[in-house]
């Protein structure tokens, strides 16, 4: 998995109000409103203990510092252990924790000790960034585009097909592109070949999930058009949000993070 790195995460904070209100703008709904809405759920005063992992690559300079500022953000109840591992572990439930937010370089979830839910970070980030996608209020219709159907994109894109979307989707590798085409009924967009005819069809709304920049191609956008992304780095060049006036949301933790948290309350 491509893992964050402490220039992601700066300014966490100003990065989350930041989206809140593009999110606000291109939705009508704030972060918590659009995992409200996925869910059915609303956080009331659960308190979330944070436990460093030092496994594999080991702890990422103020990942754990994120998940408090984020937790906070949301108006949750939150602590760091003191300890790591095992033994952050211990002190997260003996410290009367609700729920466990932990992370090694494959998985980070997040376990609900009264209710016993646990979610992944991969597929609820991408069932709120697609749902994100699939609200702009600007769309004129249900056509959305997915590229990157990889740990992220694929449960994104199995949302909207579920919400009966009109579901286009690309990945640079064809046998994940030939599993959504087979099963979620996906319509693929080769962009390779695409880019060589003339007309192709155009945008309002695109959910990305890759680790890859410049992903998204000027001949797909609609102006105005919702780019909902928590692939990292952006999947759309500065120049191309500039010219089609496209309202992008891109955050590096703190969505799918409370999407994790809406969908174990
Ligand atoms: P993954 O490796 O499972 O999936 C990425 C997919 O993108 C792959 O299937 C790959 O073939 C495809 N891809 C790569 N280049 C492409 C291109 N040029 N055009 C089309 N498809 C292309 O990775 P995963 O776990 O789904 O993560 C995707 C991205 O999301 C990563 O950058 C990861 O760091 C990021 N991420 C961000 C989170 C957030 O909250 N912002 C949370 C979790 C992951
Ligand atoms: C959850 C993020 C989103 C994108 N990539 C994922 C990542 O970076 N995972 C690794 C997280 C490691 C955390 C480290 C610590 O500081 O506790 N074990
Ligand atoms: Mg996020």
């Known amino acids: 998995m491509a893992l964050l790195t402490p220039e992601d995460l700066a300014e966490i904070n100003r990065q989350l ?3 809140d209100e593009t999110v606000q703008r291109a939705t009508g709904l704030d972060i918590k409103g ?16 944070i436990v460093p992992i030092t496994a594999g690559n080991g702890i990422i300079g103020s990942f754990s510092e994120s998940l408090l500022a984020i937790v906070r953000y949301f108006g949750l109840d939150g602590f760091i252990t003191k300890k790591p591992d095992v033994s952050g ?3 997260a439930v003996t ?10 370089d494959h998985t980070y979830l997040a376990h609900n000790l009264k209710n016993r839910k646990i979610a992944n970070n991969q597929p609820c980030t991408g069932i709120v960034y697609a749902e994100i996608a699939s609200r702009s209020l600007l769309a004129g219709n249900k056509d959305v585009l997915v590229i990157g159907l990889g740990k992220v994109g694929f449960p994104g894109a199995e949302h909207l097909v579920k919400k009966g979307f009109s579901v286009y989707g690309y990945d640079v590798d064809n046998d994940l592109l030939k599993r959504a085409v087979s099963e979620l009924n996906v319509t693929p967009l080769d962009l390779e070949t695409e880019a060589k005819t003339e007309t ?13 920049p410049d992903t998204i191609p ?24 500039i010219k089609y006036g496209a309202e992008v949301v891109m955050e590096p933790l703190g969505i799918g993070t409370l999407s994790m948290l809406y969908s174990i309350l």
Do not use: H, Q
């Open 89 to 91: 572990y211990y002190e």
């Open 200 to 212: 192709s069809k155009k945008f309002s709304m695109i959910f990305e999930a890759t680790p890859c």
């Open 34 to 49: 659009v995992c409200k809405a996925l869910y059915g759920t609303e956080a009331g005063s659960e308190k979330v203990g």
């Open 218 to 241: 000027e001949f797909v956008l609609e102006k105005d058009c919702l780019v909902s992304t928590p692939g990292i780095p952006c999947g759309l060049s500065e120049d191309l949000k």
């Open 17 to 19: 109000e930041k989206s």
């Open 95 to 104: 410290s009367g924790a609700d729920i466990v937010l932990m992370a090694d």
